[in-house]
């Protein structure tokens, strides 16, 4: 079989890693939901999820119904929460069926899911999701209290935990961050003061587990830091977090260039010399961002070869002068380490003006995949 030049390689072992260096930021009795949503952020929904069932994580969360279902189709059995909740009776009775917790945040999705307990004689646990300043999905802080009230009307329905979105926890200054968390805290008091038992409560994403103790609660929500990836690229002291991904492609032609030649569309580059350059297999189309046009490197034989021109849709161009080795099948690392140098997916986002949940996520499904 024909098989593409680039290939994705994800470390499962920097995978448990990252997850012992969040329990170390937690307390004893803190549980972990580990994030799996968009396929495990690029790296794979039910590889990532299978190694951190393994290591006794205590709930995975996903964004839509459709992957608790492949999740649970591959023999995933700890809970599995559906962040952005559900939107139909199709939705209600599939997490009923398939054993899902959704988040819930407005009466409709409580009728429906209520009416397909009802049906079927069953009990569903849920989370309820408080807006605590994000202004995304959420019952408005103010309200919370009134909605929980109402929900004491639907018996079939258990809250097993508040929930809410830290903002700006990756920011310099704490002082919306700490806002957020005394809203949510006093969100929490409210539904205990009723009764509610929650036992699940979790407001901490990466930045929040690594910056704000008091954002912990019962339960985390560590995502890109389980991937190796900084909640922002210049995130203040940095854990020493271990790069999951490795992203390589191949050199197709080395070419020399005069001096004053244009490189690319657009004739955004011209060489300032006599340049020796490399054509590289992967572009935009293949998950180099488009955005490192004239910015950033790759790496080839452990040297960081700067990109030169537009990146195409399936290729690119670094500049290799002085690397007389070089040569048409070299392998080309734009995400990764090889021979103690490395680009990381904080690199590309630096680069590229973005983050590296985007770099780790953008089109990458189609290369062939390997796990070690």
Known sequence: MIESPNRVKIDLSSLVKNLELVKGFLG????????????????????????????????????????????????????????CGIRSREDAAEVLARRLTPVIFDMEAVELLSAECLKRGKKI?????????????????????????????????????????????????????????????????????????????NLANSAGVIRYKRSHFNMVRPGIMLYGGLPSPDFPDPPPLAPAMFFSGKVLQVRDLPSDTPVGYGRTYYTPGARKVAVLSAGYGDGLPRSLSNKGAVLIRSRRCQILGTVCMNMAVCDVTGMEEVAVGDEAVFLGTTGGEAVTGDDLARWGNTISYAVFCFKKKKHIREYS
Request: proline letters at 5%.
């Open 28 to 83: 004893p009795e803190t549980k972990i939901m580990g994030i799996v949503k968009s396929d495990a952020y690029g790296h794979g929904l039910v590889p990532v999820a299978k190694v951190l069932e393994a290591k006794g994580i205590c709930s995975l969360g996903v964004a839509h119904p459709e992957e608790g279902v492949a999740l649970r189709k591959s023999g995933i059995q700890c809970p599995v929460v559906i962040l």
């Open 125 to 201: 646990g849920v989370h309820l999701k408080v807006d605590t300043g994000m202004n995304r999905l959420g019952v408005p802080s103010e309200r919370i209290a009134g909605f929980m009230r109402r929900l004491t009307d639907f018996n079939m329905l258990e809250v097993r935990g508040l929930t809410s979105h830290l903002s700006s926890a990756d920011e310099p200054n704490p002082e919306f961050t700490e806002m957020q968390i005394e809203r949510f805290e006093k969100a929490v008091n409210e539904g205990l003061s009723m009764g509610f038992r929650l036992n699940f409560n």
